[in-house]
């Protein structure tokens, strides 16, 4: 299991309604196949900046078969949006839990 | 409750050598006032970049009471050294759990 985490920035005018489309989102990424986790965090020091946090069964689940899923879309279709730079994604492996 | 997350890049040569005086690292954030939780995690697509994930009770219990703390001190002994750039600290509030 790794965790992808995606870095993304927003105008923080919109924070709300920005939250409540990730949360809509939420059961297109439960519907995919690897899925295990999802969380968003927000970055206290600038408040324009967030961290969606999945867990997945491999790096594949997230890059192969989500990506090429209805699911991916629809979540693009929320958030995107929102976005005001390209989102940035890095894997995460658990070293130390 | 809040999360630091303290991204680290050390030479990946030496990467058993770090993770192990971060698991030696440990019991010194543990035994701080406003711990909450520890963890380290590897970035596969760069594995000379790790994320620290320290949970704490607030900012301040991390960038007040840990940072002038012997913990910390302790800390910055076992790991500064395998730095190889200065590290970068953000603190996260859970908004999606």
């Keep these: 299991m790794i965790h992808e ?3 993304l920035t927003i105008d923080p ?3 709300a309604e920005f ?6 989102a939420r059961p297109h990424f439960e519907a ?5 986790s999802f ?3 927000r970055v206290i020091e600038n408040p324009a900046c967030y961290q969606l946090i999945v867990g997945w069964e491999s790096v594949e689940a997230h890059m192969v078969d989500f990506r090429a ?3 991916f879309q ?3 279709a929320l958030a995107g949006p929102f976005f005001v730079e390209a989102p940035t994604v890095a894997h995460l492996q658990t070293v130390i839990a």
Tied chains: 1, 2.
Excluded at 19 to 24: D, I, K, L, N
Excluded at 32 to 36: Q, W
Aim: no cysteine; hydrophobic share 50%.
């Design 5 to 7: 985490i995606a870095s």
């Design 13 to 15: 005018a919109r924070a």
């Design 19 to 24: 939250e409540a489309a990730v949360a809509s």
């Design 32 to 36: 995919a196949k690897g899925f295990v």
């Design 39 to 41: 969380g968003l965090k």
């Design 69 to 71: 899923s209805p699911g």
């Design 74 to 76: 629809e979540w693009r």
